[in-house]
Structure formats: structure tokens, C-alpha cells
């Protein structure tokens, strides 16, 4: 079968469903990774329905791998900070599966990029290519890397390359993301120190006094490891990054004044990582010919929704429903314009959605967001 040939910059976990969802539709797919192989860095990516749904449809051996090694919140709670009076309580699990089609799945990202990689042949993935110079081609696109090497005659090349996307500033000019103001916490404790706290088995979001703070926690690694991300403002820190450590006492400083039950989740801590969290704008396009661009690299927000993840397993699934069938260059520039009219108006909505973290803090309706379903919801007629 005739097919596009794609790269893919990034091996992230938009690059990575993006590599199996084209190559599931019979495409020849490369993926380009800076690192020398897969880390297993950050701990927990917590998957709404919507991005489970999508995940589901990239193969039953990812959903059974994912569902192995994940947690299944029972609930999604919020509480107030300091009274710890219950604003709201959403059943996940069983009923949100009825609801969405898919429940709520809390996984270690390490066990989910391991899910994602072992479903795509490993010969396809190159490490240590860091992408530094796109140049267009007759009929397709080049990239070359920093080791001198260089992929050719590309038909399509995605870029899911993160916040500081080389791609994206090939197709728009260099533009470095803005701190927030706001770090985040990261800290993983054996749920048997917290099992006397209540509803450990859900996902509880403890609202601060001012927006930037709060504490969740829920369970990971199949429930038997309780995550814990607190965010707070602070000007003083922009270092960027999944494994440098922060300080448990510092931690316990911010949250002084919480209620008892948040506060006996940091003190069960050891240690905590610590990181800035950057942003940017949404864009008014995501594709430029044979150029285009997903997740982080294309919309990276704050994770006050917790849909990083998940709306770059979404734009991986249009992006590979608008490719399908399609076995000609000339075909493409229209195709992923198609992908970016799909994809655009929800992923920017929720990008700034995020950045007020107001999200279900007392109730609503979640069906916007977590009742999407990125292989049915129609497509634009083609250009
Ligand atoms: P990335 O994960 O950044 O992957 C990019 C990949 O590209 C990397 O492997 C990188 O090495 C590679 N790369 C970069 N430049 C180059 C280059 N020049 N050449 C080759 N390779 C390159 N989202 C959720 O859905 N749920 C959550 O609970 C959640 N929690 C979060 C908590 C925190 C603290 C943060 C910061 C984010 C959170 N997110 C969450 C967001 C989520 O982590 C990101 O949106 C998601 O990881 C983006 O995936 P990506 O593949 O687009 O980019």
C-alpha cells in the first residue's frame, strides 16, 4: 500500500501516540528523540476520560498495558483549603466509563511511554537525533541534526517536541515560553502512611486561598504509591524540570495553614521534586505545507486540568484520522489544515481554561472536556 512518509520529532508521549496512531494507518513512520533512550523521569500523568478513549483506540495491547500498571481514582473531589468542606464529588471509575466510555486512569508517565513505545517497532524510534535545522524540499521537508545526520524527502514532518518545539519556531519564528510565576511539587509516598487519611482511593484536589494553591493527591502504581502535586506562586525559582529535587520543609512551609488532612499528606513525604511551569499563547495555526504541530510543542498549558496529556493524545488521533488514506505529497498541506481546524478552537479553550484553575471547584458539567471522543467527533468536510 502506497503511503506518506512522516517523521515524527519527539518521542514524548504526543509523539509517541501520534507514531502509533500513523502507523496504525499503514504510513511509514520515523521518530526523531534527543535522548539517548527512554528515562523514566516525572511520576504520575493523571488521564481523563477523553484521553483514556483515545488512548483505547491505539490498540488493545496499550489499553491492557496501561490499565496494568495504572490506578483507577474512584472519585474526583475538591475541598477547601483550611475547613476542608467538600465543594464537589464526581464518581470517576465505573460510572464515568458508562458516562465517557472510559474511566479516570492515574499512571506513572514512565509506565505510560513504555505502553506507548513496546505497541511501535523499535527500529523507527532514533535516539540521540536532535532536530536543529527544518528545510523545505522540492515536494517535502528535511531535517537535519546535531550529530551532522539528517532525515530527507519527508512528506510530513510533526512536531512533538515539547514547550521549546524546534519545529514550531522553524514555522514561526524563535519564541521563549513564559514563567508563569507558579512552581509545582511533585512527591510519591507508599499509600500505607496515608490509608487513614480519607478517600485516598480518589482524586482530591485541596483549593488553596489565592489560585496558584493547591494540593492533590491521588493513587498510583495500582494504588499501592499516593501522588501528591501541590502548586504555589513563587517568583524566586524558573528552573524547568522533571528531577531536581526541592525541599520537603520549604513544601510544608507553603501549606502550613491547610487543613490537617492535607497537611499529613506532605508530612508523610521523604523528598519532593521541584519545577517552574511555563506557558504560552494558543497559536492562530498549527500546519505550514508539510509542517505541523502537536501537544506541548503546539499548546502547552498549565496543568490545572490535567489535559497536557491528554489533548496531545487527542491531536494525535485527528492528526491521524485527517492522514488516512492519503498517499501523495500534494495531499497534505490541505489535510493538515484540516487536522488544525479540528483541533484548534478546544485545545486553545482548554490552554486558556487552564490558566484560571477554576476547573470543577464546586461541581459542574465535565462533559466538554471529558466526554470527547477523538475517533468519532466528526471531521470538517476536505478542503
Ligand atoms: P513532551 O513530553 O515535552 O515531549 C517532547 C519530546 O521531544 C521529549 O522526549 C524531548 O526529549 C523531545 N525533544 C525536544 N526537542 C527535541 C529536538 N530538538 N529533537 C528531538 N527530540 C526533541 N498532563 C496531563 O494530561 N495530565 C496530568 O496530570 C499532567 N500533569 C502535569 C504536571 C506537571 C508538573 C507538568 C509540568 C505537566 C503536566 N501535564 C499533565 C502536561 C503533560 O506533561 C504534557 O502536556 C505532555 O507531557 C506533553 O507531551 P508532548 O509529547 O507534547 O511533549
Not at 496529556?309 to 492519503?326: F, M, N, Q, W
Request: glycine share 10%.
Amino acid at each position: 500500500m502506497a503511503a506518506l512518509r512522516i517523521g515524527i520529532v519527539g518521542a514524548g508521549i504526543g509523539g509517541l501516540a501520534a507514531a502509533n496512531a500513523l502507523h496504525r494507518g499503514g504510513h511509514d513512520v520515523t521518530v526523531f528523540e534527543q535522548s539517548q533512550r527512554f528515562l523514566r523521569v516525572g511520576a504520575d500523568i493523571n488521564l481523563t476520560p477523553n484521553a483514556v478513549r483515545a488512548l483505547d483506540g491505539l490498540g488493545e495491547g496499550i489499553a491492557q498495558a496501561v490499565r496494568a500498571s495504572a490506578a483507577r481514582p474512584t472519585h474526583r473531589i475538591s475541598r477547601t483549603w483550611d475547613t476542608g468542606e467538600e465543594t464537589s464529588r464526581l464518581p470517576m471509575g465505573d460510572q464515568a466509563e458508562r458516562q465517557y466510555g472510559a474511566p479516570q486512569l492515574t499512571i506513572h508517565r514512565a509506565d505510560l511511554l513504555a505502553a506507548l513505545a513496546e505497541a511501535f517497532p523499535a527500529q523507527r524510534v532514533r535516539f540521540a537525533t536532535r532536530a536543529q535545522l527544518i528545510e523545505p524540499q522540492a515536494g517535502g521537508v528535511a531535517v537535519r541534526f546535531a550529530d551532522d545526520s539528517e532525515a530527507t524527502q519527508l512528506d510530513v514532518l510533526v512536531g512533538a517536541d515539547g514547550i521549546h518545539s524546534v519545529v514550531r519556531s522553524a514555522m514561526f519564528g524563535a519564541e521563549r515560553p513564559r514563567f508563569t510565576g507558579v512552581v509545582a511539587f511533585r512527591a510519591v509516598v507508599p499509600t500505607e502512611r496515608v490509608k487513614h487519611l480519607p478517600d485516598i482511593a480518589a482524586f482530591t484536589k485541596w483549593w488553596g486561598p489565592n489560585p496558584e494553591s493547591q494540593i492533590v493527591t491521588f493513587p498510583l502504581n495500582q494504588g499501592r504509591d499516593t501522588f501528591i502535586f501541590a502548586t504555589t506562586a513563587q517568583d524566586s525559582w524558573h528552573e524547568e524540570s522533571w528531577t531536581t529535587p526541592g525541599s520537603v520543609d520549604e513544601l510544608r512551609g507553603f501549606y502550613a495553614g491547610f487543613h490537617p488532612d492535607a497537611r499529613a499528606l506532605l508530612d508523610a513525604c521523604d523528598t519532593v521534586l521541584k519545577t517552574a511551569l511555563y506557558e504560552r499563547d494558543p497559536l492562530p495555526h498549527w500546519a505550514q505545507g508539510p509542517l505541523v504541530l502537536l501537544g506541548d510543542a503546539c499548546h502547552p498549558m498549565m496543568p490545572f486540568m490535567a489535559q497536557g496529556a491528554g489533548t496531545a493524545i487527542e491531536d494525535a488521533v485527528v492528526l491521524s484520522r485527517c492522514l488516512a488514506g492519503l498517499a501523495s505529497a500534494a495531499e497534505v498541506p490541505a489535510a493538515l489544515r484540516r487536522y488544525e481546524a479540528m483541533r484548534r478552537e478546544r485545545a486553545s479553550q482548554i490552554q486558556v481554561g487552564s490558566r484560571g484553575n477554576n476547573w470543577l471547584r464546586a461541581g459542574g458539567n465535565a462533559d466538554w472536556v471529558y466526554g470527547y471522543d477523538a475517533w468519532g467527533v466528526p471531521l470538517p468536510a476536505a478542503a
